[in-house]
């Protein structure tokens, strides 16, 4: 706010264009896993009929990051 107070709205605006996909993802992606489980519980289900889990899975260095997975246990699936 300070600085769009003293009219560098410009610098608060290059801050968000820069990050905003990032915060849009990390902000939206716990919604649709939930949503995922509640509107589709039978693909939250192992093949045994079992309660599975649905998250994500990153490797170490984030490369390949995959935001939805759905696995037969947690904390490591199968």
Do not use: F
């Not at 300070?2 to 902000?27: C, F, H, M, Q």
């Not at 519980?41 to 990153?58: E, I, K, N």
């Amino acid at each position: 706010m300070n600085e769009i107070e003293r009219g560098r709205g410009d610098r608060v605006l290059a801050r968000i264009k820069e990050s905003w996909t990032t915060w849009r993802g990390r902000a939206v992606e716990p919604v649709l896993l939930e949503a995922l489980c509640r509107l589709m519980p039978d693909v939250c289900q192992t093949r045994d009929g079992t309660p599975g889990v649905v998250g994500g899975y990153w490797t170490r260095t984030n490369n390949p990051e995959i935001d939805l997975v759905v696995g037969d246990k947690e904390p490591v699936a199968k």
